[in-house]
């Protein structure tokens, strides 16, 4: 699997959005990018994933830079709650592929 | 998407001993994967498990430490063998959704403390 490259931690004001952005430049184009976000004391949640086209879900939206080689994961109105650890993974589309964790952005809103 | 538990959800342990820790998913996986989180770190994976099959195990970690049962598509379990207080960690499981491998969906972690 390809690295990714993040911020350690980000801030953002309550009811703003918060755009995180990942460095992935070796990708391969059969790899995905995928958003996951882990909450204190939680397990990893799913967010969002994508290859080359911009994707929205009730989450979140991802965009893809033409080149691939970065994105950013926007959450269109942080609150409170999305305070979290968000990783930014790349993958090969097929089964049985583990997912790689790097360090991660600490994403710490405040109000 | 899958819904996953973890048994137990938090144990404290003492050195020596050998703690096992189930995970049950709502419908039927072909591959479950077992993660470590040390404290203040991110995952990482320990082995990945098919039922039928022995555990493929990553590096750094071993199956007389971490042994691994996978006795059908619903369930699986990790045993941490012989405790010390450097296995004092979050342990995951998570399983492939669909054959596709679209994405993975995770437990709510077992928190383990080894005195």
């Known amino acids: 699997d390809a690295k990714t490259t993040q911020p350690p931690s980000m801030d953002c004001a309550e009811g703003r959005a918060a755009n995180l952005p990942c460095n992935h430049s070796?990708?391969?184009?059969?790899?995905?990018v995928y958003w996951y976000r882990q909450i204190h004391s939680q397990g990893p949640q799913y967010i969002i994933h994508?290859?080359?086209n911009n994707e929205t879900n009730e989450m979140a939206s991802l965009i893809i830079t033409e080149d691939r080689k970065s994105s950013t994961l926007i959450l269109p109105h942080a609150t409170l709650r999305d305070t979290a650890v968000y990783y930014c993974?790349?993958?090969?589309?097929?089964?049985?592929?583990?997912?790689?964790f790097g360090g991660g952005t600490r994403l710490m809103v405040k109000p | 998407s899958a819904v996953i538990s973890q048994k137990p959800s938090r144990d404290i342990c003492q050195r020596g001993t050998s703690l096992t820790i189930q995970c049950q998913v709502d419908?039927?996986?072909?591959?479950m994967f077992w993660y470590r989180q040390q404290p203040g770190q991110s995952l990482t994976l320990i082995a990945t498990?098919?039922?039928?099959?022995?555990?493929?195990?990553e590096s750094g970690f071993v199956i007389d430490k971490f042994p691994i049962s996978r006795p059908n598509l619903t369930f699986s379990t990790l045993t941490v063998s012989n405790m010390s207080p450097e296995d004092s960690s979050i342990y995951l499981c998570?399983?492939?959704?669909?054959?596709?491998?679209?994405?993975?969906?995770f437990g709510p972690g077992t928190r383990l403390l080894v005195l």
């Open positions: 070796t990708i391969s184009g059969n790899e995905y």
């Open positions: 419908s039927q996986v072909t591959m």
């Open positions: 993974i790349v993958r090969a589309y097929n089964a049985g592929n583990m997912l790689t």
């Open positions: 498990a098919n039922q039928g099959s022995e555990a493929t195990y």
């Open positions: 994508g290859l080359k």
């Open positions: 998570s399983v492939d959704a669909g054959g596709s491998g679209e994405t993975q969906y």
